[in-house]
């Protein structure tokens, strides 16, 4: 199992509508969550953590389900420019003690049409 | 969040040599990465860059093919050692503080090995 699934898409998805993407994750120690928006030929950029409660950022939100190990992101009013690739991504405990790096997902990508 | 600078950009270099990328944070942080993105890929962690001694390495990646140096704590070095066309990729450097996990990227350096 891969640690961190995510479904590839594409979603194409009308302006103003809403749009939700799922992730699951295999290691059950993690403890910090997060989505990353990458644009094309571009780093990827922090878009929001994600809380055992669920947040909310304007039209972004979040949510963890620790049990089922499942994270998901909702964009409300979707926007030309949220067209972008959703990394879905997890912190990775070192065996060797090491400092935690990030395990990220493939990637979600998203096409929003005028 | 810091802000993360990588030298070279970009650079296209023969099989058999060896590249050194830089990467400068404007702040000083605890904790610094390499990743790699391959074409179509998602990131993969190389290593953490542990400032004055050696960098702790993944599963998959030596330190002979990838030395990593950290003199202090805003600056950091990635050489791809003996390069082969398989090592064409993005190599990114990120970091973060102590009390988060979240990471920021730098925007990455893009090689080709011909």
């Known amino acids: 199992r891969k640690e961190v699934e995510q479904d590839p898409g594409p979603f194409n998805v009308p302006e103003g509508a809403t749009v939700a993407f799922n992730c699951t994750y295999s290691?059950?120690?993690?403890?910090?969550f997060f989505w990353y928006r990458q644009d094309c030929r571009k780093e990827p950029k922090l878009l929001m953590s994600v809380y055992s409660s669920g947040n909310e950022d304007g039209r972004f939100t979040a949510q963890l389900n620790r049990a089922s190990q499942y994270i998901s992101l909702l964009i409300r009013d979707s926007k030309l420019s949220d067209s972008a690739t959703y990394l879905c991504?997890?912190?990775?405990?070192?065996?060797?003690?090491?400092?935690?790096?990030?395990?990220f997902g493939k990637g979600t990508h998203l096409i929003i049409q005028p | 969040s810091a802000v993360i600078s990588q030298k070279p950009s970009r650079d296209i270099c023969q099989r058999g040599t060896s590249l050194t990328i830089q990467c400068q944070v404007d702040?000083?942080?605890?904790?610094m990465f390499w990743y790699r993105q391959q074409p179509g890929q998602s990131l993969t962690l190389i290593a953490t860059?542990?400032?004055?001694?050696?960098?702790?390495?993944e599963s998959g990646f030596v330190i002979d093919k990838f030395p990593i140096s950290r003199p202090n704590l805003t600056f950091s070095t990635l050489t791809v050692s003996n390069m082969s066309p398989e090592d064409s990729s993005i190599y990114l450097c990120s970091s973060r503080d102590v009390n988060s996990y979240e990471q920021y990227f730098g925007p990455g350096t893009r090689l080709t090995v011909t």
């Open positions: 860059a542990n400032q004055g001694s050696e960098a702790t390495y």
């Open positions: 702040s000083q942080v605890t904790m």
């Open positions: 991504v997890v912190n990775r405990r070192h065996s060797g003690g090491g400092a935690d790096g990030l395990t």
């Open positions: 290691n059950s120690a993690s403890q910090s």
